[in-house]
T-cell receptor, first 112, second 113 residues
Framework: GNSVTQMEGPVTLSEEAFLTINCTYT??????LFWYVQYPGEGLQLLLK?????DKGSNKGFEATYRKETTSFHLEKGSVQVSDSAVYFC???????????FGKGTSLLVTP | NAGVTQTPKFRILKIGQSMTLQCTQD?????MYWYRQDPGMGLKLIYY???????DKGEVPNGYNVSRSTTEDFPLRLELAAPSQTSVYFC????????????FGNGTRLTVT
């Protein structure tokens, strides 16, 4: 079946550090891939997405590239801010389905 | 835009009690979903609906029921609450598209004691 594996957290970084959160997936065919962010006390919000191989999703300085050869969709940001502290979820949608399969989430804490 | 609205925000139930978690969306989305979020476990799909009058089971449906009488509303029913149902519940909706994102409510934190 479909599954998403994320690196375990928590990840603690200093402000302006480089961020990478690893995400790999298992799926048949060509799923769509997503990163969601959850701030404390809130629901999940879409951060970025990619729908086919080699697509790069980007938003708010975050980027992720859909790598079919390595079945990966790693999230990166060149310079994190304190306001980026949140939980980040990688997710996939099988093309024939509607719901998303989520990873377990990675907590990020950025300190001043 | 209100988006996806969930009520209540918090609830404490005793074992064996029942309750309904309410979810409504004002985006005219056909697809709606219920997820539960447990610490360190990500989100698990409970039930989903592709339109009014149509519902289907997700990954963890046992102990829950849903209905979808209108496009806007998708309530989740717990009939006999158990401690294993202590969780944060999220409702979400999306439009009719394989690439459309899910829009989430702010969640209901439920404790069963």
């Amino acid at each position: 079946g479909n599954s998403v594996t994320q690196m375990e957290g928590p990840v603690t970084l200093s402000e302006e550090a480089f961020l990478t959160i690893n995400c790999t997936y298992t799926a048949t065919g060509y799923p769509s891939l997503f990163w969601y962010v959850q701030y404390p006390g809130e629901g999940l919000q879409l951060l970025l997405k990619a729908t086919k191989a080699d697509d790069k999703g980007s938003n708010k300085g975050f980027e992720a590239t859909y790598r079919k050869e390595t079945t990966s969709f790693h999230l990166e940001k060149g310079s994190v801010q304190v306001s980026d502290s949140a939980v980040y979820f990688c997710a996939l949608r099988q093309n024939s389905g509607y719901a998303l399969n989520f990873g377990k989430g990675t907590s990020l804490l950025v300190t001043p | 835009n209100a988006g996806v609205t969930q009520t209540p925000k918090f609830r404490i139930l005793k074992i064996g009690q029942s309750m309904t978690l309410q979810c409504t969306q004002d985006m005219n989305h056909n697809y709606m979903y219920w997820y539960r979020q447990d610490p360190g476990m990500g989100l698990k799909l409970i039930y989903y609906s592709v339109g009014a009058g149509i519902t289907d089971k997700g990954e963890v449906p046992n102990g829950y029921n849903v209905s979808r009488s209108t496009t806007e509303d998708f309530p989740l029913r717990l009939e006999l609450a158990a401690p294993s149902q202590t969780s944060v519940y999220f409702c979400a909706s999306s439009s009719r598209s394989d690439n459309s994102p899910l829009h989430f409510g702010n969640g209901t934190r439920l404790t069963v004691t």
